[in-house]
């Protein structure tokens, strides 16, 4: 899998701007080379931009603008390395679904469904699969319209590893958003010992010490999901490049990108 993927985010609500850049600043496949409120600045920020952008995740829904960005797609097209085109939006939109189809170059996600997993669909947009969520699905499905061949169902929305409600919790603030743990303590209201215990369960459930020590591949981790193996397998080479495989920043990069991981089938048919 590629490292360093330049991603252009065109995103107008700034509490989506901010998680967005934040998960894809902790992955370690991609990089934010820009985060922007439209497409107008979009337009005018490219061609000042150092090298190509290879994804361009792009809002539908911002408000005074057509949800495709016709002009950046026609600056898209004329690169020499073609970026894809990960459309979001929070609600379906069927005219959106049927012009990043007949693309076939990213993918069509609603937020609420990505959730933290928007590093994952990057990363397999960028590697030429199209993408989507499950509400997109079945609305196409219903009405009819094909996606392309070899789509990616992506769900965000599952729970890592099986921990409960209240450990996800825990576990997302304290690796994802990269918490102190006493600090993780005093925003939960709950005891600095109970917030170290928790993140140890979940450092437990989520495999970290076995996946690093190699007692664990990651075929046994993800069961059923041959492409998510895969595509972790990279990860896991990344990280163990370190002399030291058990320190706290091998094993919070591992965390985080195993808190990450979506639900993915392959849409065939």
Known sequence: MKQDIRVLIVE??????DLMTLLLARDWRTR?????PSEEDALK????????VDVIIFDTEIPGQSGWPERLFQ?????????AFLCTGTKYDPEILKRICAVKAGGYVLKGEIHYTLGWAVAMADAGRWVTTPGIYTSAKQEGIRLPQGALLLNGTHLAANLTDREAEIARLAILFNMARRNLADELQISPDWAFEVVS??????GLADILSGTAE???YFEDQPLLADYFRDILARVSTSPKKE??????????HLLTVPDVQEIRG
């Open 247 to 256: 320190n706290r920043l091998d094993k919070d990069t591992l965390a985080f």
């Open 218 to 220: 990651p075929e046994s």
């Open 201 to 206: 369960v979940a450092y437990e459930k989520l």
């Open 32 to 36: 934010v080379i820009a985060d922007l």
């Open 45 to 52: 920020s490219v061609g000042s931009m150092l090298g190509h």
């Open 12 to 17: 107008d609500d700034p509490y989506a701007r």
């Open 75 to 83: 600056w898209a097209q004329s690169q020499k390395r073609r970026p």
